[in-house]
């Protein structure tokens, strides 16, 4: 009997239809197309930012490669199942449910999976977890994925319906041509494209507020021309946003006033109005 490939990945396999997930209204997917442009920080501050809004909202941390939400939220518990066997969120800050990839090894251990794997794992998480009460939904799930156009994305898109996806984004050059791939794979996958965000679009020095553009500028604006996608915002490169994350505290949290917050209550009014009107939905 012919053995399969070594390189399975989860389309090697029959895919169930697709399937609302449980319990939640609209699911968003934050993607990168490319690592370290600060997609778990987006992740988590939109987030925080639709609870804001008042909506009630869940997080899984889907990145495999990087599973660093649970440190940016100063979250080390475990979940657990509960009596009917489903798996409990840990409770987040302002008890927001959150599942990640990363409660599913230990501290420092590398995720050494294969795609068959993290496919059985997806599945969990996508099916398997009680984000509410049962007489309650959530209004949104919030999906930080790992960066690339790999299973995981693949996986999402052929399981769940998405109502649609953020992909997070640099100024400069190499990461654009990134996101051209990204724009174009939700576009094959039918998911719909929410916007682009440029993340560290800009520095502001604090001392004299003269704004640089340390990777280049306008990067975003460029890459989405004639392509029917907005840019939902620009977030400056700033140490206060780091450092609310090292301290397990969103800055749209810690520092609701501030300027960088503002940015991104905006993204969020766009995102949510969007999967409203898409999805005929009122809050």
């Not at 390189?7 to 490319?34: E, G, M, Y």
């Not at 988590?44 to 930012?49: I, Q, T």
């Not at 939904?137 to 999402?156: C, E, K, N, Y």
């Not at 984004?169 to 791939?181: C, E, G, M, S, Y």
Request: glycine residues 8%.
């Amino acid at each position: 009997m012919q053995q399969p490939p070594a390189n399975d990945t989860p389309t090697d396999f029959p895919l169930p239809k697709k399937q609302k997930v449980d319990r939640v209204r609209h699911v968003i997917a934050v993607s990168s197309a490319k690592g370290g442009v600060g997609k778990s920080t987006m992740s988590v501050n939109l987030a925080y930012a639709l609870k804001r809004l008042n909506y009630s909202v869940g997080l899984l941390d889907a990145d495999v490669y990087g599973p660093s939400i649970p440190t940016m939220l100063g979250v080390n518990k475990r979940p657990r199942p509960d009596v009917m066997g489903r798996i409990k969120p840990v409770m987040a800050a302002e008890k927001m449910p959150l599942i990640s990839i990363g409660f599913m090894v230990k501290d420092e251990q590398p995720l050494v999976w294969r795609g068959p794997m993290l496919f059985q794992v997806l599945q969990q998480f996508f099916h398997e977890v009680k984000w509410t009460d049962y007489n309650e939904m959530l209004d949104f799930l919030v999906i930080d994925l790992p960066p690339g156009t790999g299973d995981i994305q693949l996986s999402m898109a052929q399981q769940i319906e998405v109502d649609g996806a953020v992909i997070v984004t640099t100024p400069q050059d190499i990461a654009l041509v990134d996101v051209k791939r990204g724009i174009s794979m939700f576009n094959m996958v039918d998911v719909p494209i929410l916007g682009v965000v440029e993340n560290m679009s800009h520095f502001c020095c604090p001392h004299c507020g003269e704004k640089t553009d340390i990777f280049a500028s306008g990067g975003a604006k460029r890459v989405v021309e004639g392509k029917d996608v907005p840019i939902l915002g620009e977030i400056p490169l700033d140490p206060d946003i780091r450092a609310c994350g090292d301290n397990g505290e969103p800055i749209v949290m810690a520092e609701p006033d501030s300027e960088h917050s503002k940015s991104y209550m905006k993204i969020a009014e766009q995102v949510a109005k969007s999967v409203m009107q898409d999805a005929k939905d009122v809050h």
